[in-house]
Nanobody, 122 residues
Framework: QVQLVESGGGSVQAGGSLRLSCAAS????????MGWFRQAPGKERERVAT???????SYAGSVKGRFTISKDNTKNTLYLQMNSLKPEDTAMYYC????????????????WGQGTQVTVSS
């Protein structure tokens, strides 16, 4: 059974940092494409960052240069380092995994975590 469990969310002031983690189990972790998505109240879910099985990454324009996605295959864990946080980064953050990149990119991944809340105050 595939499980994705996020942690690391919280409340910070603008300009602060947080690191989100997503512990994965139940599948061949290293071969899957993984990503972070977020959804703010009243808004559609948006893709934040993705990482391919070969380690290549992509970022939404709004977070490029501030957020870094990474993974540790030995720990089956995905990370999102978030620096220079802004109030507009406030959202529920979800990790997702899929064996196909296009499905992940389109937000149609097979597997999702339960989410972790990030709140940034001004």
């Amino acid at each position: 059974q595939v499980q994705l469990v996020e942690s690391g969310g919280g409340s910070v002031q603008a300009g602060g940092s947080l690191r989100l983690s997503c512990a994965a189990s139940g599948y061949t972790y290293s071969s899957y494409y993984m990503g972070w998505f977020r959804q703010a109240p009243g808004k559609e879910r948006e893709r934040v960052a993705t990482i391919s099985s070969d380690g290549s990454t992509s970022y939404a324009g709004s977070v490029k240069g501030r957020f870094t996605i990474s993974k540790d295959n030995t720990k089956n864990t995905l990370y999102l380092q978030m620096n220079s946080l802004k109030p507009e980064d406030t959202a529920m953050y979800y990790c997702a995994a899929d064996p196909g990149f296009s499905r992940l990119w389109l937000g149609r991944a097979d597997y999702w975590g339960q989410g972790t809340q990030v709140t940034v105050s001004s």
